[in-house]
Structures are given as structure tokens and as C-alpha cells.
């Protein structure tokens, strides 16, 4: 089944949310699923289970979003990647396909001796550093007729501080790491398509 990989480059988050709303409204049966690689310039993005959530207390902007969860931070060095997935074709759930993007990841860090693990009650993936499990991936979907879009992210190589100004996903206190911080010397555009590959070698076998 078609999935075409679409190498954005850096984009305006605001813009591209418009962009995947535009696409999953106007599909049809015969439209091929998508998955967008970028990155964004700094933002934070609230999404629909908001109800007491920390909001930052600094510059950057918070965008309101349609997609679950909470509150994370999206920033230069962090990949990524939208799945533009028609669900009810591929005959997947949404855990089903939380568990690919999730097991893509993993995989991916497995490829760079990174032990990585999911957690049953907060989606994402998570390390170990030094006993203490943080946080270096998260997740975030939204479904329009059984098609998908939002996506995931992984953080690569980036400015973690503004993660300190939010509960990241609704934790408070949760620690957030990045690829760079666990030996891995590769570059955002590097990972994110080497993941855009795994997920996308992943939806082929479903």
C-alpha cells in the first residue's frame, strides 16, 4: 500500500498544522497515506486535555492544538514527523499505530546501542540515564474519519530549556534527554530520515 515520505525542511508549526487539516479533509479512498519530516522553530502546543496545565512563563508561543494530550515544546534540533495515515485501510487502531511509531523509535535508537522503553500509561519513549528514566520522545494523534494526522517527535539536538518551563505532557518534574546527550553524532535530518524509513518499512507490513 502507497506512503509517500515528504521531506518538509524547517517549517512555521501554525502553518503546517493548516497544511495536515487541509489534506486529511480533502482526501478520499484512493488518496496515498503521507508521512512529513521537519522541524520547527520554537513553540509550545497545547493540546485538548489542557484543563490545568502549567503554561509557560516566557516568550515563546503557545499554540492551540486538536490534538490529544497536554502541553510539549517543539524546537530547532528536534525531528519531526506527521503520519498521514487512512487507518480503517490499513486495518489498524490508533494503539496499533502508537505502538509502530513508538517501536520505530526504539528500533532506531537500538541501531546506536540506546536502550529505549514505552511506558503503559503515558505514551512515548523513554531512556535510562544514570537509574532515572527520561523522557526523549513523545506522541500526539488526531483522527478525522479514521485518518490521522499529528505525529511524533524525537529530540535530537536542541535547546532542552524550554522543557523546564512546562510539565512536559502533563508530568511534573519529568526529565527530557536527546539523542546528542546519549553519544549518538547524527544530525536531526540524518535521524529523522532514517526513522521516516523505519515507519515507513513498519506500515508496508500491516
Not at 126 to 140: F, H, M, N, P, T
Amino acid at each position: 500500500m502507497q506512503l509517500l515520505g515528504r521531506d518538509l525542511g524547517r517549517t512555521d508549526y501554525q502553518t503546517t498544522l493548516a497544511a495536515m487539516q487541509v489534506f486529511t479533509a480533502n482526501r478520499n479512498a484512493e488518496t496515498p497515506d503521507e508521512c512529513w519530516l521537519t522541524e520547527h522553530t520554537s513553540v509550545y502546543t497545547l493540546g485538548l486535555n489542557r484543563q490545568g496545565t502549567r503554561l509557560p512563563d516566557n516568550d515563546i508561543p503557545v499554540a492551540l492544538v486538536d490534538r490529544g494530550g497536554k502541553i510539549t515544546y517543539h524546537g530547532i534540533g528536534q525531528v519531526i514527523i506527521y503520519v498521514l495515515i487512512d487507518l480503517k485501510r490499513r486495518q489498524l487502531n490508533v494503539p496499533q499505530l502508537v505502538q509502530i511509531m513508538e517501536y520505530s523509535m526504539i528500533e532506531l535508537l537500538a541501531r546506536y546501542n540506546v536502550n529505549a522503553e514505552t511506558k503503559n500509561d503515558s505514551p512515548g519513549v523513554y531512556v535510562r540515564v544514570d537509574g532515572e528514566q527520561q523522557k526523549i520522545a513523545s506522541l500526539g494523534l488526531r483522527l478525522k474519519n479514521q485518518c490521522s494526522y499529528h505525529g511524533l517527535s524525537l529530540n535530537v539536538d536542541m535547546d532542552l530549556g524550554p522543557f523546564k518551563a512546562i510539565d512536559p505532557c502533563g508530568y511534573a518534574g519529568l526529565q527530557m534527554t536527546q539523542t546528542k546527550d546519549l553519544g549518538i553524532e547524527k544530525t536531526p535530518h540524518e535521524l529523522g530520515q532514517e526513522l521516516m524509513q523505519l515507519l515507513k518499512e513498519k506500515l508496508a507490513n500491516v
